[in-house]
């Protein structure tokens, strides 16, 4: 006779290997502290880069312009100035960075323990009809 606990348990075991297990699969190959580090740090080469671009291009739309204040500016202070830019920028997409991406190890970790929840609980209900 078929059990309808076990089919419903059977059904979220696969909808969970089908849809979530391939995209959470590197969340549970690493801690918690190691996955949001690299993902953060990830995040900081791509804001540093994006970062550059919005430099450059900030510079070369008015090229001339720049060109002729670069002898009147203190140089120290232009670049000081670009540093704390960077800074900021860099800090605020970071911290963006760590909250998303330890939300979405959470969920992942809580939605692996639910999934081996439900393993348990299965090979429990074959066990006691194989007995």
């Known amino acids: 006779m078929l059990d309808p606990e076990r089919i419903v348990l059977m059904t979220r075991l696969a909808s969970f290997e089908k849809n979530e297990e391939k995209s959470n699969e590197n969340i549970w190959h690493f801690f918690r502290g190691d996955y949001i580090g690299w993902e953060v740090l990830k995040s900081i080469v791509a804001a540093t880069i994006v970062f550059g671009i919005v430099m450059g291009g900030y510079v070369l ?8 204040e670069i002898y009147k500016m203190d140089l120290l202070e232009y670049a000081k100035d670009i540093l704390i830019k960077y800074v900021i920028f860099v800090g605020v997409y970071s911290a963006i960075t760590y909250i998303v991406f330890a ?22 209900n074959f066990g006691e009809d194989l007995h």
């Open 61 to 68: 739309y008015d090229f001339e312009k720049f060109m002729i």
């Open 103 to 124: 939300y979405k190890y959470a969920v992942a970790r809580k939605n692996l323990r639910m999934y081996v929840h439900n393993l348990n609980k299965l090979s429990k």
